[in-house]
């Protein structure tokens, strides 16, 4: 992991960094990035909220019902 501390006179450069970074990660990386960011962003949401801790492996749940009918 690059530590290098970097200093920008704007805004507008630092952006421009950042955005040059992340094109030069292959898609998978960028992909991922997203992903355990959106994770985070669900889990902090819930946390707020009072809801359970959000799992993106949790599949929803399914609902199974049967039904008999009388012959005849």
């Known amino acids: 992991m690059d ?3 970097r200093r920008f006179s704007s805004h ?14 292959p898609p ?4 991922l990035a997203v992903w355990d960011a959106t994770a985070s ?3 902090f949401s819930n946390g707020v ?4 801790q ?3 492996t949790r599949r929803s749940e399914a609902t199974l ?5 009388t012959r005849g």
């Open 3 to 5: 530590k290098t501390i």
């Open 12 to 25: 507008a450069e630092q952006k421009a960094e950042v955005y040059r970074y992340w094109r030069s990660r």
């Open 28 to 31: 998978a990386e960028r992909f």
């Open 41 to 43: 962003a669900y889990a």
């Open 49 to 52: 909220k009072g809801l359970p």
């Open 54 to 56: 959000y799992d993106p």
């Open 65 to 69: 019902t049967r039904v008999e009918r």
